[in-house]
């Protein structure tokens, strides 16, 4: 079966190369690469080409997920899913996989989103679930989903949810190996099951299973985040110095930089400034409520044991900020009490859409001085 458009059908508004274009995207790096991608899809639909419209959009929501902003894959994806419905052979044996991939990515990003309703993440999963049952794919990763949402609403019924999860056998659509060890160290950490969660971290940190660009950045970050919401300093420095050198490649890591930052405020705090300074610029226009909310928290424990030494800091802020200043120069105790307001703010938002206090909790963790200060 000839799964592509023919020749005539694809340049009749004029002349399009989606191969060619798509082999230029695969060697750009960096923020522009998104702007790049989203001008391919506008080609592409300028050209009617179903294939590469919806080839263009896949590769936007990865670039979106992985390394800028994950809620952008959300109008993608579902611009991919209505000419998939329309068009379900063009993209051929692999078709399914890929909607069912994207419409994953669709999902990522609600829990990091506080304006979308409880309801409509039930919604939404729903339709997830229907297509899983559909193709008879991703099974396991719907339950993971399941998982990932529950843990601020209900955290033993998210584990129930983890534990379908890990006896779910693997598909096509699961994640790494790596990474979903990483998943179970998280959630057994949550349980406060440390041993548990030690026999999993174990094969990663020993490097004996193949590891993805997620990993073991998001092992480093259960156990840092653990160590610090218990208070164990001393515990925490050593993932708090590995993450640092590995997890901050761009803003899509920026909660990882924000837990760095919490535990820098205590053990390396001129490199702890250094890097918030760096990642500050990167919270500018981003969607993505749950990355700013980590970065903050780690932001605010930084300026607070700055503002004990300096009076004042000069930093690159984005110019939509409310606390922005033309010099560039701000106090650090005013700066401190403005980043609260927003964490706390935006940890009320999260609160109001999920009918707990779990947030609420997290941030006072986070103001909480740990034992051991060095």
């Known amino acids: 079966m000839n799964f592509r458009q023919t020749w005539e059908e694809r340049v009749m508004g004029g002349y399009f190369d989606g191969e060619k274009i798509q082999n230029k995207l695969q060697w750009m790096k960096g923020p522009g690469r998104l702007d790049a991608i989203e001008k391919a899809i506008r080609q592409a639909d300028e ?34 899913a209505r000419i998939f419905e329309a068009h379900p052979d063009v993209l051929g044996p692999d078709g399914r996989e890929m909607y069912l991939m994207i419409m994953q990515m669709r999902l990522d990003p609600v829990v990091s989103l506080p304006q979308i309703s409880t309801a409509q993440w039930e919604e939404m999963m729903e339709e997830f679930r229907l297509l899983v049952k559909r193709f008879n794919l991703g099974h396991r990763v719907y339950w993971w989903q399941m998982c990932r949402f529950m843990i601020y609403l209900d955290k033993q019924k998210a584990f129930e949810y983890f534990q379908k999860f890990w006896k779910t056998g693997r598909d096509g659509l699961s994640d790494c190996r790596a990474c979903e060890r990483c998943y179970a160290v998280r959630m057994y950490l949550a349980m406060g099951d440390e041993e548990n969660a030690a026999i999993h971290a174990k094969p990663i940190k020993q490097r004996h299973i193949p590891f993805c660009g997620d990993t073991p950045h998001l092992m480093l970050l259960a156990y840092l985040e653990y160590y610090m919401d218990k208070g164990d300093l001393k515990a925490a420095i050593p993932y708090a110095r590995e993450l640092k050198r590995i997890g901050h490649r761009d803003r899509g890591d920026l909660s990882y930089v924000g837990a760095v930052l919490r535990c820098f405020a205590y053990s390396d705090l001129e490199p702890g400034v250094e890097l918030m300074k760096e990642a500050f610029p990167w919270i500018e226009g981003m969607w993505n409520q749950k990355m700013v909310y980590d970065f903050y928290k780690g932001a605010w424990t930084v300026l607070h044991r700055l503002s004990e030494q300096e009076e004042c800091i000069a930093l690159s802020l984005p110019g939509e900020l409310s606390c922005y200043r033309n010099d560039g120069v701000y106090s650090t105790k005013e700066l401190e009490e403005w980043v609260y307001e927003q964490a706390e703010e935006t940890a009320r938002r999260f609160d109001a859409r999920n009918g707990t206090d779990s947030f609420r909790i997290d941030l006072g963790l986070a103001m909480k001085e740990p034992r051991i200060a060095m």
């Open 47 to 80: 050209a009617n080409d179903y294939y590469y419209r919806m080839l263009f959009r896949y590769d936007y929501a990865c670039e979106a997920t992985f390394h800028d902003d994950p809620p952008k894959a959300m109008l993608p994806a579902v611009e991919f």
